[in-house]
């Protein structure tokens, strides 16, 4: 058999005027390292012919632009029609991305696709569970399976999965059944962890669904809820040979979504800017750590939004990392004054003009990580350690303070631009609070301009009655 792997990755914040364009793709082909690294089970299948067109992953943003997106699909296109006939074809998706001007451009891709290779081939996609499901969707791909956790620690795992439920249909010659059931409700990732109580429970409800023939496979979708389009919302998909069991899984798995559409709850404290800060100057276990989570770089914010750091310069806490702004210039200022130079800079405030503005700010050059791609300082300012980038950067991983010579767990409060925390931070943490911050992935969801999402919708219509439909496909 001969098995193509492809797919364009991104999540896409329709509220962000930040544009992701071709150079915020990191594009992967068969020839490069990081394709063994993002596909090592393919190992397992000496027999298999795979043949590696191209994958390609940008961090989180605002909508992609169409020229971007028309690129990378015809080039993937063109490889498909190049170097096939293909029994089928694994994609490596996302399921958020909005493209500039289209809706739905995971369901453009797979039709574009269909019309290269025919309707013979079976289409496979892994999805976030942060990927919104569209009809055309579920229509035009034969299998997609989602991550199960949030934090995403399963994201190999769902690869392989994605392959190896492709590899056994084709095995066996048969094309699943799929069901799916729309759920009318958004929520915000920072809600919906796996690792507590609703999340937790749903997602533990998957696996005794899946009885390996009858139903093979079953995924529930949180969606991506930064996204004002139609098909924006949670879903429950089951795969299977049989329509009333698949029907009855997926079913179910809405309904114990819906039933706990009001135990959502943020993993952490949720308060004011101010609150947290004095909160954590307060609390006598350290390190503290914050979540500036309304410019949240992972979830498609800008990464520059000012407010957090120019509240925490007014408090003036005695020890804090900030973690980052995104600032080019700045940092350029900084790598020419050399280290414990006293510099004065304009920061922030240029990527999201809606939601912050240029931060005026002096400190001392304390630390510089001149890496080409991407060169990162630590200016001080007072008692906060603020980190400037090159680049949008998450900060999710503790070398990636310590590169920049700071040992994070040391330090009193830890302030990051991001949601819930990721397994390292979290584990570094003696405390931690999410910050009701501004920014384009603003948590205060039902304030958002939405426009076109389909209503009624929890909890934008906290009053509204619903009984799971099944689709069947």
Excluded at 370 to 398: C, E, M, W, Y
Excluded at 417 to 422: A, H, P, R, S, T
Aim: hydrophobic share 40%.
């Amino acid at each position: 058999m001969r098995i193509a792997i492809a797919g364009i990755a991104t999540e896409s914040c329709t509220f962000s005027a930040l544009p992701t364009r071709l150079a915020d793709f990191r594009i992967t082909r068969e020839a490069d390292d990081a394709f063994t690294e993002l596909y090592p089970f393919l190992d397992k299948y000496p027999d298999i012919d795979f043949v590696g067109t191209i994958t390609a992953k940008a961090l989180p943003g605002g909508p992609v632009e169409a020229a971007a997106y028309e690129a990378i699909k015809n080039e993937l296109l063109g490889q498909l029609q190049s170097r096939g006939p293909f029994d089928g074809v694994y994609l490596d998706m996302h399921g958020a991305m909005n493209v500039a001007g289209m809706d739905d451009a995971e369901g453009d891709l797979y039709r574009s696709i269909r019309e290269i290779l025919g309707d013979d081939p079976l289409l496979s996609a892994s999805y976030d569970l942060h990927g919104n499901v569209s009809d055309k969707t579920m229509a035009t791909l034969d299998i997609i399976t989602g991550f199960r956790t949030a934090p995403h620690i399963d994201a190999l795992e769902t690869r392989e999965r994605a392959m190896s439920l492709l590899l056994r249909c084709l095995r066996q010659g048969i094309r699943p059944r799929k069901a799916f059931v729309r759920i009318p409700v958004a929520m915000p990732g920072e809600k919906t962890s796996t690792e507590w109580e609703p999340g937790n429970r749903i997602y533990e409800a998957i696996q005794p669904k899946i009885d390996g023939r009858d139903v093979i496979d079953a995924t529930v979708q949180v969606g991506y809820v930064w996204a004002d389009e139609p098909r924006m919302t949670a879903c429950a998909i089951a795969l299977g040979l049989n329509e009333e069991k698949i029907g009855l899984a997926a079913r179910e798995l809405a309904a114990l979504y819906w039933k706990h559409r009001r135990d959502f709850r943020f993993g952490a404290p949720a308060l004011s800017v101010d609150d947290c800060l004095r909160q954590a100057m307060s609390d006598a276990a350290k390190p503290v750590l914050l979540s500036d989570s309304g410019d949240n770089p992972t979830a498609g914010g800008a990464g520059d939004v000012t407010y957090f750091l120019s509240r925490a310069l007014a408090l003036a806490p005695p020890d804090m990392i900030y973690a980052s702004i995104a600032e080019p210039a700045a940092v350029r200022t900084c790598i020419a004054a050399g280290l414990g130079a006293e510099v004065d800079l304009q920061i922030g405030g240029k990527l999201d003009r809606r939601n912050s503005q240029p931060l005026d700010i002096s400190g001392t050059v304390e630390s510089i990580k001149a890496d080409p791609d991407n060169p990162q300082v630590v200016l001080k300012s007072g008692g906060i350690h603020i980190i400037l980038t090159g680049k949008r950067t998450p900060f999710h991983r503790r070398q990636q303070f310590t590169d920049l010579n700071l040992k994070p767990e040391a330090h009193d409060i830890i302030a990051i631009k991001i949601g819930y925390l990721e397994p390292e931070l979290k584990s570094m943490a003696r405390a931690s609070y999410l910050a009701l911050s501004p920014g384009a992935v603003n948590q205060d969801i039902t304030s958002l301009p939405f426009a076109r999402i389909q209503r009624p919708c929890y909890p934008f219509d906290p009053k509204m009655d619903w009984e799971p439909i099944a689709q069947i496909f």
